[in-house]
């Protein structure tokens, strides 16, 4: 028969796996969100770089005609 301290030993075990996949799990999402702000704002700075050459270029052209 089973020691009943080594059984509920391993459900200890087993209940902090969990939590800590739980854990983890919310971490990464939370990971994830910040990624996703992180690149929605570097793609507006890009659009913004971007409209900033045309503008200039315009401007340029403009100029030698």
């Known amino acids: ?17 969990i939590k800590n996949h739980q854990t983890l799990k ?4 939370g990971f994830m969100r910040i990624m996703k702000k992180f690149l929605i704002l570097s793609m507006k700075l890009q659009e913004v770089s971007l409209m900033n050459l045309l ?4 401007l340029l052209e403009s100029r030698l005609t």
């Open 1 to 17: 028969t089973p020691d009943p301290l080594w059984s509920r030993g391993l459900g200890d075990v087993y209940k902090r796996q």
């Open 26 to 29: 919310l971490q990464l999402i």
């Open 55 to 58: 503008m200039q270029n315009s």
